[in-house]
Protein backbone atom coordinates (compact mmCIF):
# COMPACT_ATOMS: atom_id res chain seq x y z
CA UNK A 1 0.00 0.00 0.00
CA UNK A 2 1.45 3.43 -0.89
CA UNK A 3 0.96 6.09 1.74
CA UNK A 4 3.20 8.35 4.75
CA UNK A 5 4.48 6.79 7.71
CA UNK A 6 5.40 8.65 10.53
CA UNK A 7 7.33 7.60 13.65
CA UNK A 8 6.96 7.55 16.58
CA UNK A 9 3.71 8.48 17.01
CA UNK A 10 4.11 9.49 20.85
CA UNK A 11 7.28 11.21 21.49
CA UNK A 12 8.63 12.30 24.87
CA UNK A 13 11.34 14.97 25.18
CA UNK A 14 13.38 16.41 28.07
CA UNK A 15 13.89 20.06 27.98
CA UNK A 16 17.42 20.37 26.21
CA UNK A 17 17.44 17.62 24.38
CA UNK A 18 17.54 17.07 20.56
CA UNK A 19 14.82 14.32 18.83
CA UNK A 20 14.29 13.61 15.62
CA UNK A 21 10.79 12.72 13.83
CA UNK A 22 10.99 10.32 10.95
CA UNK A 23 8.68 10.83 7.76
CA UNK A 24 8.90 8.03 5.22
CA UNK A 25 6.59 7.94 1.48
CA UNK A 26 6.65 5.62 -1.15
CA UNK A 27 4.23 7.29 -3.44
CA UNK A 28 7.11 8.25 -5.51
CA UNK A 29 6.55 12.02 -4.76
CA UNK A 30 9.33 14.55 -5.33
CA UNK A 31 7.66 17.64 -2.77
CA UNK A 32 7.16 16.92 1.19
CA UNK A 33 6.69 19.20 3.93
CA UNK A 34 6.65 18.98 7.85
CA UNK A 35 3.83 21.36 9.59
CA UNK A 36 3.39 21.98 13.04
CA UNK A 37 -0.04 21.91 14.66
CA UNK A 38 -1.03 23.65 18.34
CA UNK A 39 -4.24 22.29 20.18
CA UNK A 40 -7.16 24.68 18.43
CA UNK A 41 -4.62 25.87 15.60
CA UNK A 42 -4.35 25.83 12.21
CA UNK A 43 -1.10 24.58 10.15
CA UNK A 44 2.42 26.20 10.07
CA UNK A 45 4.62 24.96 7.55
CA UNK A 46 8.35 24.14 9.25
CA UNK A 47 10.50 23.12 6.31
CA UNK A 48 9.75 22.40 2.39
CA UNK A 49 11.68 20.01 -0.30
CA UNK A 50 11.22 20.14 -3.83
CA UNK A 51 13.34 17.86 -4.36
CA UNK A 52 16.48 15.38 -3.16
CA UNK A 53 18.94 17.69 -1.37
CA UNK A 54 17.47 20.78 -1.22
CA UNK A 55 14.70 22.28 1.09
CA UNK A 56 13.51 25.49 1.88
CA UNK A 57 12.55 27.34 5.10
CA UNK A 58 8.31 27.77 6.01
CA UNK A 59 7.22 29.98 8.50
CA UNK A 60 8.68 28.91 11.54
CA UNK A 61 11.88 27.16 11.20
CA UNK A 62 13.82 28.20 14.06
CA UNK A 63 14.48 25.47 16.21
CA UNK A 64 14.25 23.18 13.51
CA UNK A 65 16.43 21.52 10.56
CA UNK A 66 15.68 19.21 8.19
CA UNK A 67 17.10 16.92 5.80
CA UNK A 68 16.34 15.07 2.33
CA UNK A 69 19.42 12.54 0.76
CA UNK A 70 16.44 10.48 -0.47
CA UNK A 71 13.07 10.61 -2.41
CA UNK A 72 11.21 8.89 0.22
CA UNK A 73 12.88 10.69 3.28
CA UNK A 74 12.06 13.42 4.99
CA UNK A 75 13.27 13.40 8.71
CA UNK A 76 13.02 16.63 11.58
CA UNK A 77 14.95 17.41 14.06
CA UNK A 78 13.54 19.14 16.65
CA UNK A 79 16.64 20.79 18.06
CA UNK A 80 16.83 22.64 21.90
CA UNK A 81 16.69 25.81 20.09
CA UNK A 82 13.30 25.33 19.88
CA UNK A 83 12.02 27.12 23.23
CA UNK A 84 8.35 25.52 23.04
CA UNK A 85 8.26 22.19 20.62
CA UNK A 86 5.08 20.53 22.41
CA UNK A 87 2.88 20.10 19.46
CA UNK A 88 1.44 17.47 16.69
CA UNK A 89 3.87 17.43 14.03
CA UNK A 90 2.11 16.90 10.49
CA UNK A 91 4.46 15.33 7.52
CA UNK A 92 3.10 15.42 4.13
CA UNK A 93 4.17 14.67 0.40
CA UNK A 94 2.85 16.30 -2.92
CA UNK A 95 3.49 14.58 -6.28
CA UNK A 96 2.03 16.94 -8.84
CA UNK A 97 2.22 20.72 -9.56
CA UNK A 98 -1.44 20.88 -8.19
CA UNK A 99 0.23 20.70 -5.05
CA UNK A 100 -2.48 18.33 -3.03
CA UNK A 101 -1.00 17.61 0.17
CA UNK A 102 -1.20 13.75 1.79
CA UNK A 103 -1.01 13.49 5.08
CA UNK A 104 0.76 11.02 7.24
CA UNK A 105 -0.80 10.02 10.89
CA UNK A 106 1.46 12.54 12.76
CA UNK A 107 3.53 12.66 15.67
CA UNK A 108 2.60 13.93 19.02
CA UNK A 109 6.08 15.48 21.24
CA UNK A 110 5.68 16.14 24.42
CA UNK A 111 8.25 18.15 26.35
CA UNK A 112 8.79 16.97 30.18
CA UNK B 1 2.77 33.83 0.00
CA UNK B 2 -1.34 33.29 -0.70
CA UNK B 3 -3.18 34.18 2.26
CA UNK B 4 -6.20 32.71 3.27
CA UNK B 5 -8.39 33.36 5.68
CA UNK B 6 -11.40 31.02 7.66
CA UNK B 7 -13.77 31.79 10.43
CA UNK B 8 -12.88 29.46 13.18
CA UNK B 9 -16.58 28.53 14.50
CA UNK B 10 -17.97 26.12 15.74
CA UNK B 11 -20.44 26.20 13.26
CA UNK B 12 -23.43 24.26 14.57
CA UNK B 13 -25.65 22.77 11.90
CA UNK B 14 -28.72 20.62 12.77
CA UNK B 15 -28.49 16.91 11.26
CA UNK B 16 -29.87 16.43 7.92
CA UNK B 17 -29.42 20.85 7.44
CA UNK B 18 -26.56 22.29 5.12
CA UNK B 19 -23.43 23.25 6.36
CA UNK B 20 -21.52 26.17 4.39
CA UNK B 21 -18.03 26.99 4.97
CA UNK B 22 -16.13 29.88 3.61
CA UNK B 23 -12.33 30.63 2.95
CA UNK B 24 -11.42 34.20 1.33
CA UNK B 25 -7.95 34.53 -0.59
CA UNK B 26 -5.88 36.94 -1.10
CA UNK B 27 -3.59 36.44 -4.11
CA UNK B 28 -5.83 36.92 -7.48
CA UNK B 29 -3.42 34.90 -9.10
CA UNK B 30 -4.55 31.70 -7.27
CA UNK B 31 -6.29 29.44 -9.32
CA UNK B 32 -7.46 26.41 -7.64
CA UNK B 33 -7.88 25.66 -4.19
CA UNK B 34 -8.19 22.00 -2.20
CA UNK B 35 -10.41 21.53 0.90
CA UNK B 36 -9.70 19.04 3.78
CA UNK B 37 -11.33 17.55 6.58
CA UNK B 38 -9.57 17.07 9.84
CA UNK B 39 -11.52 15.09 12.58
CA UNK B 40 -9.88 15.78 16.46
CA UNK B 41 -6.54 14.07 16.58
CA UNK B 42 -6.26 13.15 13.42
CA UNK B 43 -4.25 14.04 10.34
CA UNK B 44 -6.18 16.08 7.36
CA UNK B 45 -7.71 14.09 4.21
CA UNK B 46 -8.14 15.88 1.04
CA UNK B 47 -11.68 15.89 0.15
CA UNK B 48 -12.39 18.46 -2.52
CA UNK B 49 -10.39 19.97 -5.33
CA UNK B 50 -11.98 22.84 -7.32
CA UNK B 51 -9.81 24.59 -10.39
CA UNK B 52 -12.85 26.36 -12.10
CA UNK B 53 -15.28 29.20 -11.49
CA UNK B 54 -18.32 27.96 -10.61
CA UNK B 55 -19.38 24.74 -8.56
CA UNK B 56 -18.33 21.24 -8.26
CA UNK B 57 -20.19 18.56 -6.71
CA UNK B 58 -18.86 15.16 -5.36
CA UNK B 59 -21.63 13.45 -3.36
CA UNK B 60 -22.77 15.40 -0.63
CA UNK B 61 -20.62 17.87 -0.53
CA UNK B 62 -20.33 21.13 -2.88
CA UNK B 63 -17.44 22.78 -3.82
CA UNK B 64 -18.13 26.56 -5.23
CA UNK B 65 -14.98 28.95 -6.44
CA UNK B 66 -15.81 32.17 -7.30
CA UNK B 67 -12.63 34.16 -8.25
CA UNK B 68 -14.35 37.48 -8.97
CA UNK B 69 -14.90 37.57 -5.11
CA UNK B 70 -12.03 35.68 -4.03
CA UNK B 71 -13.66 33.14 -1.79
CA UNK B 72 -14.21 29.62 -1.73
CA UNK B 73 -16.60 27.88 -0.04
CA UNK B 74 -18.03 24.37 0.96
CA UNK B 75 -21.43 23.14 1.02
CA UNK B 76 -22.50 20.04 2.53
CA UNK B 77 -25.61 18.65 2.24
CA UNK B 78 -27.51 16.35 4.73
CA UNK B 79 -25.08 16.83 7.37
CA UNK B 80 -24.69 13.85 9.56
CA UNK B 81 -22.76 13.60 12.81
CA UNK B 82 -19.85 11.96 11.30
CA UNK B 83 -19.11 15.02 9.06
CA UNK B 84 -18.30 16.96 12.41
CA UNK B 85 -14.59 18.02 12.09
CA UNK B 86 -12.57 21.21 10.88
CA UNK B 87 -12.23 21.87 7.72
CA UNK B 88 -9.66 23.84 6.13
CA UNK B 89 -9.11 25.09 3.02
CA UNK B 90 -5.64 25.88 1.17
CA UNK B 91 -4.80 27.05 -2.48
CA UNK B 92 -3.17 24.91 -4.83
CA UNK B 93 -0.78 25.00 -7.82
CA UNK B 94 3.16 24.73 -8.04
CA UNK B 95 5.21 23.00 -5.77
CA UNK B 96 5.94 25.77 -3.25
CA UNK B 97 4.93 26.99 0.04
CA UNK B 98 1.30 26.37 0.83
CA UNK B 99 -0.69 28.21 3.57
CA UNK B 100 -3.29 26.25 5.02
CA UNK B 101 -6.40 28.18 6.64
CA UNK B 102 -6.81 28.33 9.89
CA UNK B 103 -9.67 25.75 9.51
CA UNK B 104 -13.55 26.14 10.85
CA UNK B 105 -14.63 23.95 13.15
CA UNK B 106 -18.23 21.73 11.98
CA UNK B 107 -20.92 20.32 15.02
CA UNK B 108 -23.56 18.37 13.40
CA UNK B 109 -26.34 18.31 16.36
CA UNK B 110 -27.89 14.93 16.33
Known amino acids: DGGITQSPKYLFRKEGQNVTLSCEQN?????MYWYRQDPGQGLRLIYYSQIVNDFQKGDIAEGYSVSREKKESFPLTVTSAQKNPTAFYLC???????????FGPGTRLTVL | QKEVEQNSGPLSVPEGAIASLNCTYS??????FFWYRQYSGKSPELIMFIYSNGDKEDGRFTAQLNKASQYVSLLIRDSQPSDSATYLC??????????FGTGTKLQVIP
Open chain 2, 90 to 99: APGGGYQKVT
Open chain 1, 27 to 31: LNHDA
Open chain 1, 92 to 102: ASSGTELNEQF
Open chain 2, 27 to 32: DRGSQS
